[in-house]
T-cell receptor, first 114, second 113 residues
Framework: AQSVSQHNHHVILSEAASLELGCNYS??????LFWYVQYPGQHLQLLLK??????LVKGIKGFEAEFIKSKFSFNLRKPSVQWSDTAEYFC????????????FGTGTQLKVEL | EAQVTQNPRYLITVTGKKLTVTCSQN?????MSWYRQDPGLGLRQIYY???????DKGDVPEGYKVSRKEKRNFPLILESPSPNQTSLYFC????????????FGPGTRLTVL
């Protein structure tokens, strides 16, 4: 069964600190990967996605993620966080031909302090 | 504006009282899905639909029903709600095909007493 793991459940950073959130998936084949963000009280929004090609994917708001196939990982990074990045971040995976089914990780709650 | 809408946004009800949460999208998407979000568990899929009259169970379908009579609507029905269905519910839609982004509704916070 496909699963997605996010090992950091709560992260607290100061403004301007660098961010890296871990995501690992267990599916051993071609997989599409996503990072979604949920700001307080809002719905999920897509930050970035990986389907194929360049393993370094750039998304909105200065976020990027690197797909490392050998490590089954898709970690999210941002060089310098802002207070407005306080949100919950979800990694998700979809197997092509798997009927659009998205499997989500448990989420990482990020708090950025001034 | 392209969007997924859900109603109601907040609902407090009692055990056993049937309820329906509506979901509608205006993007002509084939695929629609319902998720529940619980602390520490992330989002889990309840039911999904690949197109009109085509629905299937997700990971946590027990206690829920859905229907897809029109392409734009995908209501979630709780015939006899129980307290363990207290949760935050999200509807999502996308074009068919694995490479397409899912768009999420604003969420419905349900409390079952």
């Amino acid at each position: 069964a496909q699963s997605v793991s996010q090992h950091n459940h709560h992260v607290i950073l100061s403004e301007a600190a660098s961010l890296e959130l871990g995501c690992n998936y267990s599916y051993g084949g071609t997989v599409n990967l996503f990072w979604y963000v949920q700001y307080p009280g809002q719905h999920l929004q897509l930050l970035l996605k990986y389907f194929s090609g360049d393993p370094l994917v750039k998304g909105i708001k200065g976020f990027e993620a690197e797909f490392i196939k050998s490590k089954f990982s898709f970690n999210l990074r941002k060089p310098s966080v802002q207070w407005s990045d306080t949100a919950e971040y979800f990694c998700a995976a979809k197997r092509p031909g798997g009927g659009n089914k998205l499997t989500f990780g448990t989420g990482t709650q990020l708090k950025v302090e001034l | 504006e392209a969007q997924v809408t859900q109603n109601p946004r907040y609902l407090i009800t009692v055990t056993g009282k049937k309820l329906t949460v509506t979901c509608s999208q205006n993007m002509n998407h084939e695929y629609m899905s319902w998720y529940r979000q619980d602390p520490g568990l992330g989002l889990r899929q309840i039911y999904y639909s690949m197109n009109v009259e085509v629905t299937d169970k997700g990971d946590v379908p027990e206690g829920y029903k859905v229907s897809r009579k029109e392409k734009r609507n995908f209501p979630l029905i709780l015939e006899s709600p129980s307290p363990n269905q207290t949760s935050l519910y999200f509807c999502a839609s996308s074009l068919a095909g694995g490479m397409n982004e899912q768009f999420f509704g604003p969420g419905t916070r349900l409390t079952v007493l």
